[in-house]
């Protein structure tokens, strides 16, 4: 369709694939739970586990040799990533339900951070047409960086707890001693040398944990959104992160945001960097680019648009709701 938005017909075959160690939450029982609401409207569920790394992207690849419609991809945004990364530029659609410790894609998107209500959203049956970004040619749907946040994600996946306190303990603790670095970035026709915090080229609009890097991004839009953080003194930087939970951060004086469909980002040398929070190590020269309208999702229907403070604290309370209902049917 002209818009982007597809219904997908009942009677999906459809390939869920569970990442058992994800988050911190037990994933038993959640493919009966998967299978229980939607083999009733007619689809059928195989279902798949995940025992190390990559092997999400071999399971997807399967999915799509194999005739599936749609694969739903259950772990954190490294594991979406991975599912992701195999269905772009296919006829398969991407079914999400959260169990990360950030979950910025699926925050973005509107998908709730509660099994049976994400569930919900795939009985919807309402597919998006969004975009995704690559740097070098690897793909990334909700973030890529390179600076702080990768040294934060780097000492994140070395930790042996998982979860929100435990990324904020790394990230203080990172903060501490990071040192910033210069890049100089190629974009809409113009070259900028930066001494900065990091550097994000966004294509949703948070890190997670309803963090807001680039507030106003839009999976729709065919650009990607960069959010460049200066070097300051140690109050004003952590301000920043005052802003990143307010959604105000574009409005910050160390921050310089713009969109674009492409740039290239060269630093002094290899170094940290994450795509959708998993680190890695890249070379001195990141090429990103914006891939329009690659991926098929399944969303909600309507994405109510974004608002400082009002967006970040219903989100949030929306969540402790149905942490209070699922501590509630427990009983």
Not at 79 to 89: G, H
Not at 187 to 207: D, P
Request: hydrophobic fraction near 40%; charge should be neutral.
């Amino acid at each position: 369709m002209a818009d982007g938005k597809t219904h997908m017909s009942m009677g999906q075959r459809a390939l869920l694939v569970i990442n058992p160690i994800s988050g911190t939450t037990s994933k038993r029982g959640l493919d009966r739970e998967v299978m229980h609401r939607l083999e009733p409207l007619g689809w059928n569920i195989d279902v798949a586990w995940t025992s190390g790394h990559g092997d999400a992207t071999c399971l997807a690849n399967d999915a799509i040799k194999h005739g599936y419609d749609s694969v739903i991809a259950a772990g954190g945004d490294g594991t979406i990533n991975e599912v992701a990364r195999a269905l772009r530029d296919s006829t398969l659609s991407l079914g999400i339900i959260p169990c990360g410790s950030g979950n910025g894609l699926a925050r973005h998107l509107q998908i709730p951070i509660h099994v049976r209500s994400a569930i919900e959203v795939i009985a919807g049956g309402h597919v998006e047409r969004c975009d995704y970004g690559s740097v070098n040619q690897d793909p990334f749907f909700c973030t890529f960086g390179v600076g702080f946040d990768a040294a934060v994600s780097q000492k994140f996946a070395l930790s042996r707890r998982r979860g929100k306190l435990s990324y904020i303990r790394n990230t203080f603790e990172e903060y501490i001693r990071y040192a910033s670095d210069t890049y100089q970035i190629t974009a809409n026709g113009k070259v900028l040398t930066e001494k900065a915090f990091l550097v994000a080229v966004c294509n949703a609009s948070q890190y997670g944990n309803n963090a807001y890097i680039a507030p106003y991004a839009s999976m729709t839009d065919g650009l990607l959104d960069v959010t460049i953080i200066h070097s300051g003194y140690p109050i004003t930087t952590a301000l920043v992160g005052v802003d990143l939970l307010t959604g105000y951060i574009d409005r910050n004086t160390l921050v310089h945001c713009f969109r674009t469909s492409a740039a290239v980002i060269e630093r002094i040398a290899e170094g940290p960097a994450h795509i959708d929070g998993e680190p890695l190590t890249l070379g001195k020269r990141l090429e990103v680019k914006c891939h329009s309208a690659g991926l098929s999702v399944y969303t909600p229907a309507t994405l109510p648009r974004f608002k400082p403070i009002i967006t970040p604290l219903m989100s949030t309370i929306r969540e402790w709701r149905l942490a209070l209902r699922d501590r509630g049917t427990e009983r």
